[in-house]
């Protein structure tokens, strides 16, 4: 059975440059989650899908930021013209949970972008 | 405003000791709690969870506390081994949110 997977693993921009993160949920996740973890620190949310509804998106820094899932399974998020701040590790992770069942969120390997 | 937080940054412990990683939180609404290890270059892996109606869980080896009087979760982690050595992570759920809100975390090193 395969995981939450993610590509790249790893990306490296050059400032103002664009870039767009994957991530593919285990099969059957309603629920697909973003993370930013900087490093040394725990991740932090950016946003929430349940199918292909963007249902918080509460943790975007800025509206560089921006995610999608319009089938409902794989999900990209893109971050436009990218600032050296934006260097961080990208977390994905989905889950089971449908409303507000709690559910366990399995994280894939993340995506480490760094941004010159 | 919410927040966990762990009150040891490091842990080294003697393989075969038992290992206890502590955590703080501070929203009450919290109600589903969850220990994550993770590995350089990796994602977290999930360990272990509970909900605020138990105060005890118990897998393989791990134990995770729940004492929602003082707000306060730790992890047990019995006859610790080299395997083990990893950044652990508590995180919360809770308050009509689906986010998990996580603390900064602790390393945990394991000596052979």
Redesign the interface.
């Known amino acids: 059975g395969a995981g ?1 997977s993610q590509s790249p693993r790893y990306k490296v921009a050059k400032r103002g440059q664009d870039v767009a993160l994957r991530c593919d949920p285990i099969s059957g996740h309603v ?1 697909l ?1 973003w ?1 930013q973890q900087a490093l ?6 950016l946003t ?1 899908f349940q199918n292909e509804a963007q ?2 998106k509460s ?1 975007l820094p800025s509206d560089r930021f921006f995610a999608e899932r319009p089938e409902g399974s794989v999900s990209t998020l893109k971050i436009q013209r990218t600032q050296q701040e934006d260097s961080a590790v990208y ?1 994905c ?1 989905s889950s089971l ?1 449908v409303g ?1 069942s ?1 559910e ?7 995506t480490r972008l760094l941004v010159l | 405003g919410e927040s966990v937080g762990l009150h040891l940054p490091t842990l080294s412990v003697q393989e075969g000791d038992n290992s206890i990683i502590n955590c703080a939180y501070s929203n009450s609404a919290s109600d589903y709690f969850i220990w994550y290890k993770q590995e350089s270059g990796k994602g977290p892996q999930f360990i272990i969870d509970i909900r605020s109606n138990m105060d005890k869980r118990q897998g393989q080896r791990v134990t995770v506390l729940l004492n929602k009087t003082v707000k306060h979760l730790s992890l047990q982690i019995a006859a610790t081994q080299p395997g083990d050595s990893a950044v652990y992570f508590c995180a919360e759920m809770g308050g009509g949110s689906e986010k998990l809100v996580f603390g900064k975390g602790t390393k945990l090193t394991v000596n052979p």
């Open positions: 939450v629920s989650f993370y040394g620190q725990g991740p932090e949310f929430y249902l918080d943790g977390l992770a949970a507000r709690r366990t969120q399995y994280f894939g390997p993340g």
